[in-house]
């Protein structure tokens, strides 16, 4: 009969229930949306962001625009303004295009899909009385590279609308950004309640004009449309393809009465050329206690490999 150590037989079954729990981590961690413009034609120069239909997890009914796609407050506005452009890519994107926006402190903005049949609804997290995104226990995460081009044009705001009429006077239920108020430039987290104005608080990682940042918000639903929101500045090893990564302790809270939504929303600068964004993600996930005390236990016995995306 042969015999095994009884370190090796911990360490078989440690790394068995690890597979197993990674495997159940895995599956929970589903890829709900995403938008990185790869898919734009750029062949002359920036296009309007107004009609861009690229991506994953849309709605494919028409906006208030009366097309599909991205819309913008009131009509667009032409170049420069809310735009897809790839003149200055994003250093550590996927690729070089980017939406760029700022105009009159107007914004932009898209609507998810959450019909029954959508990834939103098939994961469970459309309110079927509602038809808005968010229920009570779930939990999730957007992801988004943001640059910084000009804090001249006042605050800048990307984040999750419950209003699919243009979210333009309540910005967003949990939003990430920057608010003209911080005089230091650091990131922000908030939420407008599903009310206005917009709730603000500072985080503890500022931003250089001109640099790349990943910036992920966790939303993770406990009451009604109550929401404790999360903010984490550039957290080591994360991609929004590969939610699995753990986080850390966060750079800001916050908590929302209502973080419940419809739409993307982008804008609040005045002029061109405020912030640009790419590599959108959102997910339904992130890692159970339990995976990471495994793989605590388990020490250097397994490597996890994920993709890291280099910020400049």
């Not at 419950?162 to 005089?183: E, L, T, Y």
Request: glycine share 12%.
């Amino acid at each position: 009969m042969c015999r095994f150590s009884r370190p090796t037989i911990l360490l078989a079954a440690a790394s068995a229930a690890l597979a197993g729990a990674m495997a159940a981590t895995s599956a929970q961690a589903t890829i709900l949306a995403t938008e990185d413009f790869s898919g734009v034609t750029l062949a002359s120069g920036p296009i309007l962001l107004a009609g861009v239909t690229d991506g994953t997890g849309w709605s494919t009914t028409s906006n208030r625009n009366g097309s599909v796609g991205w819309y913008q407050q009131n009509t667009p506005k032409g170049i420069p303004g809310y735009n897809v452009s790839d003149a200055t890519p994003l250093t550590g994107a996927d690729n070089n295009n980017y939406a760029t926006g700022g105009y009159a402190y107007e914004g932009a903005g898209r609507t998810f899909d959450t019909s029954a049949t959508g990834p939103f609804g098939l994961a469970g997290l459309v309110n079927p009385t509602t038809h808005q995104i968010g229920v009570p226990g779930a939990t999730i995460l957007m992801s988004v590279l943001v640059r910084v081009d000009n804090t001249n044009n006042g605050a800048i705001v990307i984040g999750l609308s419950d209003s699919n009429a243009g979210a333009f006077s309540i910005p967003a239920n949990a939003a990430i950004g920057w608010a003209d108020s911080n005089a230091n430039h650091d990131w922000t987290l908030g939420s407008a309640n599903g009310g206005s104005p917009l709730v603000n608080t500072d985080s503890n990682a500022a931003f250089t004009v001109g640099t790349p940042t990943e910036l992920v918000m966790e939303v993770h639903y406990t009451t009604g449309t109550a929401a404790n929101l999360s903010l984490w500045v550039n957290p080591a090893g994360y991609n929004g393809a590969n939610p699995t990564v753990p986080l850390g302790t966060p750079n800001a809270t916050f908590a929302s009465t209502n973080a419940t939504f419809t739409d993307l929303f982008f804008g609040g600068t005045n002029a061109p050329g405020g912030a640009d964004f790419t590599d959108f993600v959102v997910s339904s996930s992130v890692p159970e206690p339990a995976t990471l005390g495994l793989m605590a236990v388990l020490g250097t016995g397994l490597l996890l490999v994920g993709r890291k995306r280099k910020v400049a």
